[in-house]
């Protein structure tokens, strides 16, 4: 699970030095960046913040999910969810090592995101209301994830390249078993169904917004593509999502909640009514629904787990083959 | 801070047969849950039968910045193929 809640860029390109023109001929040969290699400070800087803030949205996207493994409806359905935020859990590790590779450590890595420093994707700051909601995380939220990882397999810094692998191909698990079931809820009791209705009016727009600022506002898009840390604008990957999440949802029998959705047989696409982006900044900005008490869950984990923390170091100390 | 957990280098063997390939990282206090950990995160889709790992540290490795001149002498040795050289019309099994 993932999304593009920053590509910021921080301070500007190094001067050009021949190291500098050196990496650039790699870019456009199109050959991966390595952790030793030298590279510009910036792009140092910006791939630390869009892998690890990728990697926090992993970890904290396990909590909207786990809030209902106690509650699903099945065995099967509970082992699968089981397994889904184990993933989760797997792809934000897989990240933080990539992103400890440009240099750093997990530890600081972690208390940014605890700090409040660190941002992680706003989708997750919305409830889990009902178990549909879960189905609907499955469905759109991952499906946008996709969306916006497949191309990042073909990033240019290879341990992010190379994690995305992994992620994309856990992640399709995610979104199958999110659509298998709101199809059962769209198929099941007139309650059932109105279930399924209301996650995708809670969770359309999220969704939608999940791919960040339009074009005409995302000031980072040019020096991310130029870095090949990005490979389509926030306004095509959006177009994708939208295009391939309308007739899947023509098929569950449920509707789209804007009335301004139509098919364009000019552009190929479909045209979508204005996305609240007010909303959007409110919720980046620590004012949505669920912010606080994502960011208290995350700190009393760290918290209440430092004694096993510590308690694995000294054993090892003590019995680990480095012991003396 | 408490200093963090050691970070560990991971390589899989993907099935009988095939040589150990490194798939990444992950930190554990010790080699045991290093073993453990590698096989909750690197291998929950039945991706290996067999796991080593690596203190990172105890990694050495090349110097991009010296690739060259490090790679140089197998660069003009074309006479180490079997493409260089000719074989004579009619002579087979060579």
């Known amino acids: 699970m993932y999304t593009s809640i920053s590509d910021g860029i921080e301070g500007a390109p190094d001067g050009g030095d021949a190291r500098e023109r050196a990496f650039d001929e790699r870019l456009d040969r199109a050959l991966k960046i390595e952790p030793p290699d030298w590279m510009p400070d910036a792009y140092r800087k910006t791939l630390t913040r869009q892998i690890s803030q990728h990697a926090h949205s992993e970890i904290v996207g396990m909590l909207p999910e786990g809030n209902w493994i106690t509650r699903a409806p099945s065995l099967q359905r509970k082992v699968i969810l089981l397994a889904k935020v184990q993933d989760e859990a ?13 240099g750093t450590s997990r530890d600081e ?16 700051n919305y409830p889990t209301l009902t178990w549909a909601d879960v189905g609907a995380i499955g469905w759109l939220v991952d499906g946008a994830a996709i969306i916006n990882q497949i ?13 995305m692998v992994r992620i994309c191909k856990e992640e399709s698990f995610h979104q ?20 399924a209705q209301d996650a995708l009016d809670r969770w359309w727009w999220p969704s939608v917004m999940m791919f960040g600022p339009p074009d005409s506002e995302s000031t980072h898009n040019v020096q991310s593509l130029r870095w090949k840390i990005k490979l389509f604008t926030n306004d095509e990957l959006r177009t994708k999502f939208i295009d391939q999440t309308v007739p899947q949802a023509e098929q569950l029998g449920l ?8 098919w364009n047989d000019e552009t190929k696409h479909y045209d979508i009514g204005p996305i609240d982006w007010d909303e959007f900044y409110r919720v980046i900005g620590g004012n949505g629904p669920c912010n606080k008490d994502r960011l208290q869950a995350r700190v009393d984990a760290w918290e209440d787990g430092a004694w096993v923390r510590e308690a694995a170091a000294e054993h090892a100390r003590k019995h680990g083959s480095d012991a003396a | 801070m408490k200093k963090e957990w050691p970070q560990w280098e991971v390589f899989v063997r993907s099935e009988a047969g095939l040589a150990h390939k490194h798939v990444g990282s992950l930190h554990a206090a010790d080699e045991r849950m290093a073993l453990e950990n590698a096989r909750d995160l690197y291998t929950r889709r039945n991706e290996g039968v067999s796991i080593w790992v690596v203190k990172s540290e105890n990694v050495h490795a090349t110097d991009p910045s ?6 140089a002498p197998s660069e003009d040795k074309t006479y180490r193929h079997p493409t260089f050289y000719h074989v004579p019309e009619g002579v087979k099994h060579l």
Do not use: N
């Open chain 1, 151 to 163: 191309p990042i397999t073909r990033c240019s810094y290879g341990p992010y390249a190379r994690a």
């Open chain 1, 176 to 195: 199958r078993q999110g659509f298998d079931i709101m199809w059962t809820l769209a198929h099941g009791t007139a309650e059932q169904h109105a279930m």
């Open chain 1, 255 to 262: 509707a789209i909640p804007d009335p301004d959705l139509r």
């Open chain 1, 90 to 102: 797997g792809h934000g590790l897989y990240l933080y090592g990539a992103a400890e590779s440009l």
């Open chain 1, 109 to 124: 890595l972690v208390l940014a995101l605890l700090s409040g420093k660190a941002k992680y994707s706003s989708i997750f």
């Open chain 2, 66 to 71: 010296e690739t060259e001149a490090f790679f």
